[in-house]
């Protein structure tokens, strides 16, 4: 189980972390329709303090990324991406456990710092998958981890919102239980992707904090207007879980179970795109282009989401948003092609700290728009502001994608 993984099993390989990703985030899935309305319950029901609380809670999760994405990354880089894989799960499964049997505010808000140290198993998921994928290929095998984010939020979301609507601690447990097998399952049949010979020679922990990983993005041609263009496009996108649950039950009256619905057509439209266009697209009009078209379908879907008076409209918007599922594996594809094997992990550290910085600023912007546009509803009549904010950023993600999103050399 400890071996490098050889030439003729890398098919095999991107299966097994296929698998360990699905798993991963059907557990992440199962919480998200119940957890705002937890915190909305232990506030007493009001939905303007529990997206203040909401805040808080998401900010804390996008620090500990911020700190903690670029160690995980480094010891990666250095010691493989099995272990790292392994501690992270497993810290995932206690944490939910911990969440689940929180008998207040404080409680679950040290599961949510627990929950974004040992959060990283995705990251990491795409290093080992630029491990054992040659650069022609990357963004296919990018596209197949997208649709297990798919097929997590299709699972995840629907058994969340039906547990959820008989108890709203019973989806954490779930999330613990699915966890801690992900866990068994990646201890007796993950093998490792990183040869020794292809690991960093040593520590380097002036690399390891979030600044001093960065230094990486400005080492290599082109990488920090590529990086420009992921950090917009995530501080978009991360509208949808910082306001989806609250937004949705305040406009149109959706519980759990509703949510759950959106969330799965969501991530079933991620799973075809993913699966069966990126590669088709990104081989007809290459990484850039597929990242545009996906960042303008992103740019319109917002608008639609964001003005939408009824249910029906918004369902609109999400079949125009699917084709937002091309940007991801694009971008990951462009810029792991412009680092060594041996960097693969920093990269992925790099990523992450940044996308730590979205979910600070993020979350903390968009929840604080919508609280003002809630006590604000009568003069202004627009609880989806927030989604119209991260229409902009999106229009600056494009910009940028235009300018940046190009193949360079290593």
């Not at 499964?93 to 808000?109: K, V």
């Not at 998921?125 to 296919?140: F, L, M, S």
């Not at 995840?156 to 447990?173: Q, S």
């Not at 993913?274 to 303008?296: F, N, P, S, Y």
């Amino acid at each position: 189980m400890v071996q490098p993984v050889s030439k003729p099993q890398r098919q095999a390989a991107v299966r097994f972390i296929f698998a360990t990703a699905v798993l991963d985030i059907v557990a992440m899935g199962v919480m998200i329709p119940v957890l705002p309305n937890l915190i909305r319950d232990m506030v007493g029901g009001d939905t303007a303090v529990a997206a203040d609380y909401t805040m808080i809670f998401a900010v804390t999760w996008g620090l500990m990324q911020f700190v903690c994405s670029p160690i995980l990354g480094m010891l990666s880089d250095r010691y493989g991406r099995r272990p790292v894989l392994l501690i992270s799960i497993f810290g995932l499964g206690i944490d939910y456990l911990l969440m689940a049997l929180a008998p207040n505010l404080i409680w679950l808000y040290i599961g949510r710092v627990i929950n974004g140290i040992t959060s990283a198993s995705f990251s990491t998921a795409n290093a080992y998958v630029a491990d054992v994928t040659e650069p022609q290929d990357r963004a296919k095998a990018f596209g197949m981890m997208g649709a297990a984010f798919g097929i997590g939020f299709i699972v995840g979301p629907a058994i969340g919102g039906w547990l959820g609507g008989y108890d709203l601690r019973w989806p954490f447990y779930l999330s613990a239980a699915l966890a801690l097998v992900n866990w068994l399952y990646g201890l007796f049949v993950l093998p490792e992707s990183l040869p020794p010979e292809n690991r960093a020679k040593g520590l380097n922990w002036a690399k390891a904090n979030p600044v001093g990983s960065l230094d990486l993005l400005r080492s290599k041609p082109g990488l920090v207007g590529m990086m420009s263009v992921s950090f917009l496009f995530q501080m978009a996108h991360v509208v949808f879980p910082s306001i989806f649950v609250l937004f949705v039950g305040h406009r149109y009256g959706w519980g759990p179970r509703e949510a759950a619905t959106m969330l799965v057509a969501t991530g079933a439209l991620s799973v075809v795109v993913q699966l069966l266009l990126v590669g088709r697209v990104v081989k007809a009009l290459g990484e850039r282009r597929a990242i545009i078209v996906g960042m303008a379908a992103q740019i319109v879907t917002f608008v639609i989401y964001g003005l939408a008076p009824t249910p029906t409209i918004f369902y609109i918007g999400l079949v125009i948003g699917g084709l937002g599922g091309l940007i991801g594996p694009s971008l990951q594809g462009l810029m792991s092609g412009r680092v060594e094997a041996s960097e693969q992990g920093r990269l992925q550290g790099a990523s992450s700290a940044l996308m730590g910085i979205s979910s600070i600023i993020g979350p903390a912007l968009y929840l604080s728009v919508f609280a003002f546009a809630l006590r604000h509803e009568t003069a202004m009549g627009l609880p989806g502001l927030p989604l119209l904010v991260a229409a902009g950023f999106g229009l600056a993600a494009l910009v940028a994608a235009v300018r940046y999103a190009r193949h360079e050399p290593v």
